[in-house]
């Protein structure tokens, strides 16, 4: 595929031009793309969420496993009655109960089956934790978008101030070329001051690349927690050319798939809650009356068995609960097939956008050759006096454009194959 080549005559100079080189004595700091990345990863704050929701899930399983731990209750209990029970007769002389009536109690329950309940409640919460990691990694999958508008931003200053020293130094010959000829009564001065108004408008235009290129610096910076200077030296990314098979791994498509997990999750708990429940209990407490009703007094006493739970009312809701699942699941599967298409649309779209860019760059090749022998026919003319500097200069400047749109084109297609990438999810 030609989508995404550069002729190799030209990435050449994207290598160059990388960054503009440091006339200070200091090592200037050197940065790539993807180290760029990641330092913007780690310097987001939104990274330090993690963490976060990886002790509050932690926690959160803790307590719902702490149900097969045997549950203890302390209860305490005082009541009047109106009436008592007593026995009928005259001839059993038992003391009948009184009326005011005390017990202080502690009870221990032992789940024994809860028709996997605890393990499916643990299941949901380990389900939602994944959905809300994964909404967090879509909004840190969102930085490489933005570095990559500010890294490729820089490399195009790079790139223009090259050029722009270039033209500079071609004014610069022809500055003292003229000046010769001024000397030799073959020129008149007004063509030197031409020449310098235009290596003064060069002066401006390196003014505001490099103030443009500062700005990009400075956000950059602030993305990586690192102070970026004139120093620093950005590697120019390589090439990427798309893998026909390419698999499309973007974070919110995981994002889908954990939420249809969590919904299998709760579509199991919701029959999990419909099943008896048995567990094992013992008691003991004391109280009057004990357990013997017939003795009218303060007394300990324990009891102990099974006890089976069985509530009948979740099955009034079960199978709207269930369909209300599916209907979400059902509205889940709709937005990832939307952003599915989305997603391929803008990868189609960005693949049009590489072919543009790869279709001027050939264009602009066959320019600049054109261009360059223009210049060169213009600047043996001028020597022999055929033309004026104004004209010199035309054909000057016409050559810089064609450079430079050039190198804006190079940019732009790395540009396009790197945003290729990032929605593809790489």
Known sequence: MQLFKVRKQYLLLLFIIGATKSTHA??????????????????????KQKELLAKSLE??????????????TIGAQATYQSEVTRLPGPAILVEPLSKDQYKVFGE??????????????????????QIEQQKLEVELFKIKDRINQIFFGVLLMNAQLVQVEILKKDLNTSLLKTEA????????KSGADITQA???????????????????LDMLGYFI???????????????????PSAINIRPELK????????????????????????GAFFQGGYGRPALNLLKNEFNFYYLGGLRLNWSLSGFYNSNREKQLLDVNAQSVNAQRETFSFNTNLALKQQGKEAQKWNDLIRVD???????????????????????????????????????QNLIYHQVQLLLAQYNYQTTLGN
């Open 26 to 47: 200091q090592s200037p700091t050197r940065l790539t793309l993807d180290q760029c990345y990641k330092l913007a990863r780690q310097n987001y704050p939104l990274i």
């Open 59 to 72: 926690f959160t399983i803790a307590n719902v496993q702490s149900g097969h731990l045997p549950q203890v």
């Open 108 to 129: 221990i329950n032992q789940n024994i089956f809860d028709g996997g309940l605890v393990k499916s409640q643990a299941t949901i919460q380990r389900a939602n934790s």
């Open 181 to 188: 000829a001024i000397r030799n009564g073959i020129a008149f």
């Open 198 to 216: 235009e290596i003064l408008k060069s002066d401006q235009h390196v003014i505001e690349i490099q103030t443009a290129r500062s700005t990009y």
């Open 225 to 243: 927690n690192q102070a970026l200077d004139e120093t620093t030296y950005l590697e120019t990314p390589v090439t990427i050319l798309p893998e």
């Open 255 to 278: 994002l889908y798939q954990f939420q249809n997990d969590l919904l299998g999750a709760q579509f199991k708990s919701t029959s999990s809650r419909n099943l008896p429940k048995v």
């Open 365 to 403: 090749e066959q320019i600049i050759t054109l261009r360059a022998k223009i210049k060169s026919t213009a600047q043996s003319q001028y020597d022999n006096g055929v033309i004026s500097t104004n004209d010199l200069l035309k054909e000057l400047n016409a050559e810089d454009v064609a450079k």
